[in-house]
């Protein structure tokens, strides 16, 4: 046993160290060390760029809590907070959601780390102002029930998100 898992440490770090090199060579995976976050972000800059071709977008920094990715498009500019979470986590709590975005897109991810659950909140009146809202819990696909009430979660636009992946990624694993 003590060998299987030195194995799959071993195989981990070999895909940690992967991701981390194209996180430094790459304008379309942000930098971090919350690879889960990261890959999350990674899908929802796809979306953003087939949905906005015409525009610019951009990573924020650690420093902004508000924001992950923010779209330019000729004199409007809005931002972007990426969630992800993944089927890993048995709770499906959400890192804390800060206020300063136009947008938040949520992402649920499977144990492949593949989207299954996509939602676009653009309703920030359910979050108070000048705090951070926390202990709050994604949905899980297919049940919408699931997910902290009083959170305008929608309808899942997992169809749309993997219609904008297969553009740029072509077939991927699902």
């Known amino acids: 046993m003590a060998a299987d898992i030195q194995q799959a440490i071993t195989e981990y770090a070999k895909a940690y160290r992967a991701l981390q090199h194209l996180q430094e060579a790459s304008p379309l995976i942000p930098m971090g060390d919350q690879k889960t976050g990261c890959v999350g972000e990674f899908y929802d800059y796809l979306y953003l760029s087939d949905n906005y071709p015409d525009s610019m977008l951009e990573y924020g920094n650690h ?71 926390k202990s709050r819990k994604a949905p899980l696909p297919g049940n919408p029930a699931t997910g902290s009430k009083g959170m305008p979660f929608g309808k899942n636009k997992i169809s749309d998100l993997r219609q904008s992946l297969m553009k740029y990624i072509g077939q991927y694993h699902n």
């Open 63 to 133: 420093s902004e809590k508000g924001w992950d990715i923010a779209v330019k498009e000729g004199d409007r500019l809005f931002k972007v907070q990426t969630k992800t979470v993944s089927a890993y986590s048995t709770t499906r709590v959400i890192s804390p959601i800060h206020a300063g975005w136009d947008e938040l897109h949520l992402i649920y991810l499977d144990r492949d780390l593949q989207p299954q659950g996509f939602w676009i909140i653009t309703d920030t009146t359910f979050l108070p102002d000048g705090e951070a809202l």
